[in-house]
Structure formats: C-alpha cells, structure tokens
C-alpha cells in the first residue's frame, strides 16, 4: 500500500514537473542510423539531437583518430544545416569527409592554438542554434566541461559530437573517465570487405557502443561511410567472404 | 634629397644606390655632387611628404588600429593592444604590414615595443624589416642605442655628444639632476616616456568622415555591468546614424578614456557589413573584460572605423522554404576571440596537399567538391613520413613496410595511382612522379604511402617510399 502511494505521488510530481517546463519539453529529436539493429539500443531510436556524442579510435586509431573523423562526418553529412568544425590539429584532409557526403559549402572550420579554446568555441557554436551539428577534436574532456558543453547543447536542440583523440595510445586510458555525454562509441578499423579481386574493399569497422544514457552496450561489425555518410551492418570481420556486403538485418 | 635652410643647400635623404656611393645625410649638396657624378637632386617637398604620412596614417587606422598617430616626420605610431588579434597576432601583424609596403616599393622598419620611446628608437635603430620587443625588455634592447634616438632636438643631442655620451644606457645612469641644470627637463621627460615611467597617451587622428557617437561621464564609470550597458547605448546610437547614412559596420573601436588621461581601445571586426545591435552588443560585451577602468573612466567613444554599404535582402521568401540561419555572427565572435575560421574548397590539383584550399568563412559559398573515383586518406600528414618498404618494381605494391619502427606486413593493396608533378608551378617537377597506393595491414589499419618516381626512370624520382595519409 505504502508503496503504491509513493508511486501515486511521484507520478503527480513528476506531472507538475512536466507542467513547469510546458512547452519547452518538446518531444526530443533523433537521428536514426536507419540500421534497426543500433537504433533499437539507443533511447529514442537514434543519436539524440542536444546532446553530446563521443567517439574514439581504437589501437592507432586512439591517436590518428582516423575512422572515429570518418565515422562523425558521416553522420554530420546526415544532419542539415552548417557544420562547426573546432580543432586544434589541423591534419584533416577534406577530400576524404567530401567522399562521405559532406559537402566542404557546410563546414566551417575553427582552429584553436590549444584545448581549452577549442572546448570554449564548442560551446559558443552549440549555444547558438540552427546549426546541423558541432564537431570538436579533443585529447581531455573533464566533467565540468562536458557537462557545460551538454547544457550548451540541450539549450539549443544541436548535437555535439566528440572525437577523441590521444597524443599516445597509452594515454586512450582516459576514455574510462565519465563525462556528461549521451552516448560514447569506440570505432576500431577491422580488416576491409573481401573482394573477388586484388584489392581493398569496403573498409570495415568494429562499432563498439561503450556507454550510452538509460540503453545498453553493443557492439557492431559495420562497412564504413559511403557516399552519402551512411553506414552498414556486415557480418564481422574475415569470416564473411563473399557474403559480406549483405546486411544484417536483410537475412 | 635636397633641402633647402636658408642659403644653405644639403642632403636630406637618399637612396640606397647613393649611401653605397658614400652619400650621407646632412652633407652639403655640393660636396654629395662632387663625390658622385651625375647625382640625382631632387628637392626636397616637406608639406607633400607630410600629407602623404598622413594619408598612410588614416590607412593604418581603418587597418591596423584604433589609435594611431604621425610620429613627426618620418614615422606613424600605433597601440595595436587589443588590436592584433585581428591580423593573426603580433608577428603576422609585422610580417604583413612590411610586406604592405613593399608591395608599394617603399621601405618601412617595423617595430613593436611597450612604449612610444622605445617602439621609435628600435623601428630607427634596426637593420632588420621588423624588431619585436618583449613585454618587459625594453631596457636591455634599448641601453646600447645612440642618444639621437631618444626624440631630443639636435642641439641638444650635439651637446650631449661633447660631453661624452654615446647611448641611451649610459645617459640614463647618470644622476638626473646635473643634466636637468645644464639641459633642461627635456632629457629626463624623453628618458621617463621611453621606460614607460610617465604616460605618453597616443593623440589619435581622425578622419571627418567617421561616423563617431561618445559619451561623457559626470562621474566616472568602472564596473564592467556599467560599461556593457553604456556600451549597448552607444550601439544603439551608432546603429541609427549607420542606418541614416545607409552603411553597415565592418570594423568598430570603442576608445575608452580613462580620468588619468590614459587610453585604451577594443577593436571589433564583422566578417560582412552588420547594423545588428544585439550581434554588434554580444561581440563588445565578450571583450569587456580586457577593458582596465583604472580609477575610473570619464568617456567612451565608439567609431565605426570601417563602415561598407549595407545591402538589405529579403530574408524569407515563402513560409514553406526551411530558413537557413546565417552564421556570421558567429564566425565573428570566433574571428575577436583570434581564432583561426575558415572554409576549405576543391583546388584543381592532382598533388594532394595542393587540392585543398583555405578560404574565408564568410566567402560566397560554391557547390563545388572535389571529384575523385579513388578512396582519400582521412588524416594527411604535413610532411610525407620516410618508410622502409620491400616491393618488387615497378608497379607493385610493398610486401611489407617499416613505419616509425614498426614492420606492417601488407595483406591488401590496391595501386598505383599516379600523380604527376606540376610543372608549371617549380622546375623541378617537371619529371617528377608520385605512385600512390592503399595497403592495409593485417590488423586492418589502412595507409595511404607513395614511391617517388615511376620505378623505371630513375630521373622521375629516387624510389624512395613515403606515408602520407592515414585512412579510416
């Protein structure tokens, strides 16, 4: 009985709550991968809109930070809008994120001399609305800051996305330490698709959801970006032969 | 050059040419004649010089900053505190007004210092095109500088001369007092102003036609609240007198004066003409607290520095169009903050690192992208990394390669793709030939690495073999 009046008055608070916010709690927008298979982990059916999204590179890819850039343009060239590009190591070579669908008319790049400003232009652009998404190249992301730069973002309804990237593989360690973002991925470089020929393939990856917010992990053997930033499910790595470019989910 | 004083007739400047021939400044005109044969005197015209300073002058302060001012007669003072942030910081800023006028087949000696002293003496004294003065070092870089240096009139100098004093060091450990006798205050005014010991606030010029709105405060102002919203005032003032005149604000200074008769000034700069109060408000209010109120600030002053016609266009043009939301304020608020925002577009160039190119952020936007049927490194390295590869020639990929110590046995490949150099560009392409490959490693990582040359002509490249890029 006590507990059933405990539940009654927490469904009323959280009424009164919902009242309070009115009409700012609007219904939360996603953006789906189109891949059952992912969507269904995450809350909402896809990467939230206003929240704050990490990747990382696995092995060398913890200090190239190669696939997790190929894999956050992807989903860059999916939103609409401008692109915020904040980085402090310029050594991305636009070509390739163009080969992912994102057109270089919506990228705006801003290089910082150090961290703390390339975090700094993160908030300024999430804060500001109307953009598609805002992308950032970090090493550290202490809680305080992302949970400014999450703030930032559920103000404005803007996803920010996070690529991490280390300057030595042992320091990728860091990774563990919590942060405020909604959803924190691993992308690793797995051997490309077999092709019938001499040659590289499809490039493939291992997608490893490590933390996301009310949803939990997996992991996924997806083919890389294609042309227009979307990814696909294969049947993980070496073993799929000629059967690799059929997805998941179309058995 | 040949002034004239009274009767007297005498060199006033020359060229380079000239000092090589053993012209001096301040020789008489007969004897730089008879040193050199067929001379060249072209009298000397003070007023058109003059006005062609001040001309460079105005110039300066719609580039450079907010207060400038003709150093009397050959040089123009500027405080770009606050205001080098726009041209990417103090040694671009240098570089690039140097090159400004060597562009124009004039020679200028750049210096920046802490004080107007100093910044004059180092810019006279130097051999170099530019001299930066750390904050705080002003008296090791100019104790060894002749007394002509320290703006003192000739007679003065001369005497000094005939008592033995050589440079501004040695001047200025000397006890004040018997030179204040024998000279006057003179000395120990230009010695103070050169330490930064008393101010020497800029009196900045003017152009009339700067729209200019200010504010005079019976009792002085400091909290930085106060001034944000004075600030927001003079906006709203500016904005109206832009909206008169039909322009929009590129470049906006706000001179704060403060009651100790010193200045100080914050320069804001939009990436396309702007008349927007709250855009034109954010991007002073995020400065304020570089502003120093000091004991108190008497006025401020904003100049629309920089004013381009403001072209009005309809924003919306049917309700059902999604409306893109323009980002230059944004861009702006990154571009005072000095960071570096810029777009990138195709370059038609087969050489990698030349096929992308910066451009401004809020420059037109094309629907150019680039056009390759081959895959593109994500990450590109600045510079191609040297590897160890074994492959057999000539157009197959390496078995195997060495990268940073590391031995990478390669499992796939695809290649070669071949870059030709471009040799209307430098000589030395003129053979010269990458091959470009994609291999991968057995764990997956996947590099994009060249061989210079085609593997055959050895004058195509010394087959040596390279990382460039890093593939996802």
Known sequence: MAHGAANLVISELRERIQH???????????????????????????????????????GAGTVDGAAAALFVAGIAARTTGQIVWCLARPDLFFPALAQAGLHPKRVVFVESASEDDVIANMEEALGYGGLGAVVGELVRLPMTKSRRLQLAAEKSGTMGLIVRRWRRQTEARDFGQPTASATRWRV???????????????AQWRLELIRVKAGECAEYFVG??????????SSGAGDGQDQAIRSFYSR | MIARSGSKRWVSGADAAARKSGVRVGMPAAKAQAIFHGLMLVDADPVADAAALERITLWALGQYSPLVAVDAPDGIIMDTEGADHLQGGEPLMVSGIANRFRAKKLSARVAIADTWGAAHACARATRQESVIVPVGETVRAVEKLPLSMLRLSSKIVGDLHTLGFKTIGELSATPRA????????????????MFGRIAEPIEPIRAAELIEVSRVFAEPIGAAETIDKYVGYLIIRLVAELQRHGLGVRRADLIIEKIDGTRQAVR????????????LKKLFRDRTETIEPGFGIEKLTLVAVRAEPFEEFQKVSALVEEETPDITPLIDIFGNRGQRVYRVAPVASDVPERSVARIAAAAAISDETWVHHWPRPVRLLAQPDRIEAIALMPDYPPASITWRGRKMKVIR?????????????RDGEFDAVRDYFVIEGEGGERLWIFRRGDGVDPATGSREWFVHGIFA
Do not use: M
């Open chain 1, 20 to 58: 309070l916010e009115g009409p700012s709690s609007r219904p939360k927008r996603v953006l789906p991968f189109d891949i059952p298979d992912i969507d269904d982990r995450l809350p909402g059916g896809g990467l939230a809109y206003g929240a704050l999204h990490e990747f990382a590179g696995g």
């Open chain 1, 188 to 202: 690793s470089v797995t051997p490309s698709e077999e092709l019938p020929v001499q040659g590289v393939g499809r």
């Open chain 1, 224 to 233: 890389a970006c294609d042309a227009k930033g979307r990814i696909n499910l």
């Open chain 2, 178 to 193: 018997p030179l204040a006798l024998r000279f006057g205050p003179e000395i120990g005014r230009r010695l103070d102003q």
């Open chain 2, 268 to 279: 804001s700069g939009t990436a396309k003409p702007s008349r927007d109060v709250v855009w």
């Open chain 2, 413 to 425: 490949a695809d290649g070669p793709e071949r870059v030709f150099g471009e040799w209307w560009r």
